[in-house]
């Protein structure tokens, strides 16, 4: 054997002498290469989101400016001003930005023309009600404006936006729903007029804001129109000048109607619809 094979030989030897040990030392796990264990991640609560994404879903503004916001102290959650980054909230707390109450989830505006039957109630147990008709409408929290009985008809707004809400419900303004209303006996004018001017029961003043006979039809039925959420004002004025009614049909809210909308059926408001209901 030459002495340049025997060197190649111990070269060789060598080599896969470093294989081995390179295989025994790591392949058993040399602390050097240990693999850390990593902390099994904490599982997210599905009810709590963090306050930027909250404000941002609001469509008030982008995440990153929603930390500008809650950094110079514009956003509170159940009363109490957050500065705190990360911080978290739950779905049901009440998040308000530079004072106005906030939602994080999608506008919905839904017009129903509800049938008789159903109670107009989101509570459970109160056998069919509103909610069950309107259920595949949106994946957004609505809730109905106003009421109208479990054996009156007609439309229904739901919504889960608060500022919408709070156009129905201002006592100065209001928006004007009309009424179709069938009584069991002839209207006298004489009653119609007294309805027009407004009268006091029980030292409460009962005003509407428009009473008339329906065209073509018995006087029996009378369009009436009020700004009241409830129908309990149509009940207190005809058993107050002793009319049973028959029928209540609420046919128009504002400049909404009845068109293409069957009975038990929904429609979303169109831009325009909505657009217009703002501005009354």
Known sequence: MSKQQGGHRKEKTKVEASKKNFKKSYGKGNASY????????????????????????????????????????????????????????????????????????????VLLNKPKGFATTTSEGKGRTVMDLVANATNSNIKPIGRLGRNSKGLLLFTNDDTIVSKFTNSKNGVARLFHIELDKNLKLEDLKKIEKGFKVDGKLIAVEEISYIDGASKKEIGLKIKNTGNTILRTIFDYLSYDIISIDCVAIGHLTKKDIPRGHWKHLTEQELNMLKML
């Open 34 to 109: 240990k693999k850390t264990e990593s902390k099994p991640k904490k599982p997210s609560n599905p009810n709590e989101i963090r306050l930027n994404k909250y404000v941002a879903n609001s469509g008030m503004c982008s995440r990153r400016e929603a930390d500008v916001h809650i950094a110079t102290g514009l956003v509170s959650v159940n009363g109490k001003v957050i500065t705190e980054m990360g911080y978290k909230v739950k779905l049901g707390d009440e998040v308000r930005y530079d004072g106005a109450r906030i939602n994080p989830e999608k506008k919905a505006y």
